[in-house]
């Protein structure tokens, strides 16, 4: 049976160089980088080969990656870590509602502890607005976090503009950025947008699970969250992984070797999946300007276009979220779970345990919606192929699917 | 070292000339519990007790032994008991005045009373010489102690058989009778809090338990069947391998929501999930079929729905939670342990298609009226759904 993983926001398939030179560093150079021995030496190699690849990405310097387990401890650090640090400074901090757990969890956290979080709303396609960013930050604000790519809508939030409002507000304010969805599919210059803090998760990006770095802009402010040997200047203590950071390093620069052709390649993909899933009945597709029913789709030329253009238009690369009137979301998952096609639902809902997507609601989807919408994501592995068996599998289904429905 | 528990029953002990039988079904049964724990172990039977020794090897946990021996049913109460081999009297009194010290440190105030039982009628003391002399021998080690014989905080037993035992705790046991005592049933189980219930309460007299559940994909997905593999799981703890029957419903539930009226659908297909669940337990020697069913818990538990599906099933209906309330049932599902994993958020095929307002009064002409219109392809579907039968053994 032909397969279709579509799931690549909730990980994705490790590149075969990656897994090679995991298993490569971790059978053969299996010291411990804080060793004063030969094998200690071997392994700090790998760490500095490794940070200075992923420092080649974001043009910073070496001292500014902090190795974590992943997006979540690097999303914590930097919102446990800076709050506690500036907390003399100040108690508020400003994020999104359309945040992922791993950063509204935190916040709510703090809240408890006193701290004040501002949230911000978005418009029907995900984005905030900063011009509302302007008018809620104040002197005591110590943090805002905003995510790069939503996670499902794949809407890309405006950090330029942002960053820039921030600065210019409160100059001390911290800029985060939660760049899970959106590191290697986008050239992110954390300087050029005034971001002091950017989370990273290897696992997004081909790269092994239980890694990720969190960038520290020089003479940031911030406190540890994990203490003990000392390891990362003390900023992150714990021996460190180092097959997995290797591993890492190996998928960012096979991801940012050839960005740029593989993300018109995939814009190509997602336009052209995009128009055929609204070509059939009641289904339209989630963040996205141009794209409500009715509406014409945006006559874009991936091929040639300019990429700062093609964002703007069409959202992250890899994202489509749609809805389909009339079916249950977890039904239609596993309706085409059953055909090899792997997805995930925007908002899953069981009958005894309602839960409701943040993002869906913000966007101010239908009620009936909420509960009908899947996400599609893809990869630089996804193929022309996969999709097309998708949407047949879907012309097949859904028919079938809409006969049979709750009343 | 070994430890001894000594089992008490009570019920089969009732039971005449099949006592025989039922101690069998006993011992089969705490064989089967105790083996889970990976200890090495022996049950031996004496004199109308049942002794368990288990060896005190790296496996060894008194807190598991004793859970294991909770989940078997027919076993009122555990005796973790001092074993001895010899009845020289100077070591029943020792062990007792060691007993008594270790297992009650702090003893300042507590009442005692020794209950000798002298099964051997030619040993040179009798019972109440032995409750008067260990009694004064536990007084002489622990002054602390005093002597209650009418409300004891503490019964210090003494039997002297073959071998003595002696114990002071007893930790209740489930009760019930031995599984397999009673023939066998088919449990109709989802993934709900009330059926692995049912199936635990018709186990307890005494019945084994085999079970079906009805999948509808991709209406249910594959984790609300592990869910109820899960739950067959811990009701298999107390009445040991479940053979569940997996079978794929959707096709059959379809055909009724398309020919059918809507408010009518649940009880459509309760009744062809009957129908189903009864040709299996045919051909697999199940006397009888076990629901969750309790009276006017929903539309389709009503007495006018319950009669409409019972009137498919010429084989007995059991419902052991007919008169319960739901926090009855609630309760029990969290003292066997099924609870937490009943309320996880699956879906079952029952909520799948669940009409807004169902019929609460069906009456029965008019639903085999309407079922008239599957005559066409019913019998098929029947046949096909039995065909998917996939034969899960829990244990």
Known sequence: ?407 | MTHTFLIKYAEIALKGKNRHLFEEALVQQIKYAVKKTGCEYAVRRAQGRIYVDVEDGDAYDDDEVIDALKHVFGIVGICPIINLEDDDFEGICRAAVEHMGAEYPEREGLTFKVNARRARKDYFKDSMEINADVGEAILDAYPEFKVDVHHPDINLYIEVRETVSIYSRVIPGPGGMPVGTSGKGMLLLSGGIDSPVAGYMVAKRGVKIDAVYFHAPPYTSERAKQKVVDLARIVSAYTGPIYLHVINFTAIQMYIYEKCPHDELTIIMRRYMMKIAQTIAEDTGSMGLITGESIGQVASQTMQSLACTDEVCHIPVYRPLIGFDKNEIVEISQKIGTFETSILPYEDCCTIFVAKHPVTKPRLDVIVRHEQNLTEDIDRLVREALDTDEVIIVR
């Open chain 1, 1 to 407: 049976m032909m397969e279709a993983y579509l799931d690549n926001s909730a990980t994705t398939r490790p590149y075969s160089e990656v897994t090679d030179a995991v298993a490569k560093v971790m059978y053969e150079t299996y010291g411990n980088p804080s060793s004063m021995h030969m094998m200690g030496v071997k392994a700090e190699k790998y760490l500095t080969e490794a940070t200075d690849i992923l420092v080649g990405t974001l043009k910073c310097r070496p001292s500014e990656i902090l190795y974590t387990s992943g997006g979540t401890e690097s999303d914590n650090t930097a919102l446990f870590g800076v709050a506690h640090a500036r907390r003399r400074s100040g108690r508020h901090i400003i994020t999104t509602r359309i945040e992922h757990p791993a950063i509204l969890e935190p916040c709510a956290c703090l809240e408890k502890e006193g701290y004040e979080i501002s949230y911000l709303g978005t418009d029907e396609y995900g984005r905030i607005d900063p011009d509302e960013l302007e008018t809620l930050i104040r002197p005591d604000t110590i943090l805002v976090s905003i995510m790069h790519t939503n996670n499902e809508i794949g809407a890309l939030e405006p950090l330029e503009a942002a960053g820039a409002v921030i600065k210019k507000k409160n100059p001390e304010c911290i800029f985060h950025v939660d760049a899970v969805q959106g590191y290697a599919k986008d050239t992110i210059i954390p300087k050029k947008l005034n971001i002091d803090l950017m989370s990273v998760s290897a696992h997004k990006f081909h790269g092994p699970r239980g890694v990720g770095f969190l960038y520290i802009k020089d003479k940031t402010r911030i406190d540890p969250l994990i203490y003990g040997g000392g390891q990362q200047k003390g900023m992150r203590s714990g021996t460190e992984n180092v097959p997995g950071i290797y591993g890492m390093a190996v998928a960012a620069k096979k991801s940012y070797e050839d960005l740029e052709a593989d993300l018109r390649r995939m814009y190509g993909l997602k336009k052209q999946f995009m128009e055929e899933l609204v070509s059939i009945d009641e289904v339209s597709i989630n963040g996205i300007p141009g794209m409500d029913p009715g509406c014409v789709i945006p006559a874009i030329d991936a091929g040639t276009e300019d990429m700062a253009d093609i964002r703007k238009r069409m959202g992250a690369p890899h994202i489509i979220s749609a809805s389909f009137e009339g079916v249950r979301s977890e039904v239609l998952l596993h309706a085409l779970e059953d055909k090899g096609i792997y997805v995930s639902a925007g908002s899953a809902c069981a009958s005894n345990r309602p839960h409701v997507s943040a993002t869906l609601t913000s966007i101010g989807l239908r009620k009936d919606l909420l509960d009908s919408t899947i996400r599609f994501s893809m990869s630089t592995f996804t193929t022309r192929e996969e999709l097309d068996y998708t949407l047949e599998a879907l012309n097949d289904l859904l028919p079938t699917l809409r006969r049979f429905t709750r009343h």
